[in-house]
């Protein structure tokens, strides 16, 4: 009785273990399609980011290297271009995945990410930092 239990519920427990494994596709990781990383330099101050927009290509790995001058800020910026269904494929892949970065006076803030897909990608401030915070926007084109 027991060989035969064992015989019956080993190839059970096993197909309940790697079900998973088979039937749901894996993500893969993402590749730039270059080694070579662009580094761009943006400040953000008084109620606006310098330069706006910012221009990079398809397929680049970036670093945005993000100075608050006048006091603290956020940075938020959305994965899928503007326009894009809201269910739709991440253009933007960021190395570490946060809803909003906190940039503190003073201090330089690295984000990283692929440019995977053509679009242009709104980005904003996320800390409150003023009457104008509303306003405190700006764009990441690839082309």
């Given at each position: 009785?027991?060989?035969?239990?064992?015989?019956?519920?080993?190839?059970?427990?096993?197909?309940?273990?790697?079900w998973p494994a088979i039937f749901f596709p894996h993500p893969r990781p993402v590749l730039a399609l270059n080694d070579s990383v662009q580094v761009i330099e943006v400040t953000a101050k008084r109620y606006e980011y310098s330069p706006a927009p910012v221009h990079v290509k398809?397929?680049?790995?970036?670093?945005?290297?993000?100075?608050?001058?006048?006091?603290?800020?956020?940075?938020?910026?959305?994965?899928?271009?503007?326009?894009?269904?809201?269910?739709?494929?991440?253009?933007?892949?960021?190395?570490?995945?946060?809803?909003?970065?906190?940039?503190?006076?003073?201090?330089?803030?690295?984000?990283?990410?692929?440019?995977?897909?053509?679009?242009?990608?709104?980005?904003?401030?996320?800390?409150?930092?003023?009457?104008?915070?509303?306003?405190?926007?700006?764009?990441?084109?690839?082309?």
């Amino acid at each position: 009785m027991k060989k035969f239990m064992l015989r019956t519920l080993l190839p059970v427990l096993a197909a309940i273990v790697l079900w998973p494994a088979i039937f749901f596709p894996h993500p893969r990781p993402v590749l730039a399609l270059n080694d070579s990383v662009q580094v761009i330099e943006v400040t953000a101050k008084r109620y606006e980011y310098s330069p706006a927009p910012v221009h990079v290509k398809a397929g680049t790995k970036v670093q945005l290297k993000i100075t608050a001058t006048d006091h603290d800020h956020g940075f938020k910026v959305a994965t899928t271009p503007d326009g894009a269904a809201p269910n739709g494929k991440d253009g933007l892949i960021f190395t570490s995945a946060q809803d909003c970065w906190l940039l503190k006076k003073g201090e330089t803030t690295t984000i990283e990410f692929v440019a995977q897909s053509p679009g242009t990608y709104t980005f904003k401030c996320c800390h409150t930092c003023g009457l104008g915070h509303r306003g405190m926007k700006g764009q990441i084109v690839v082309e």
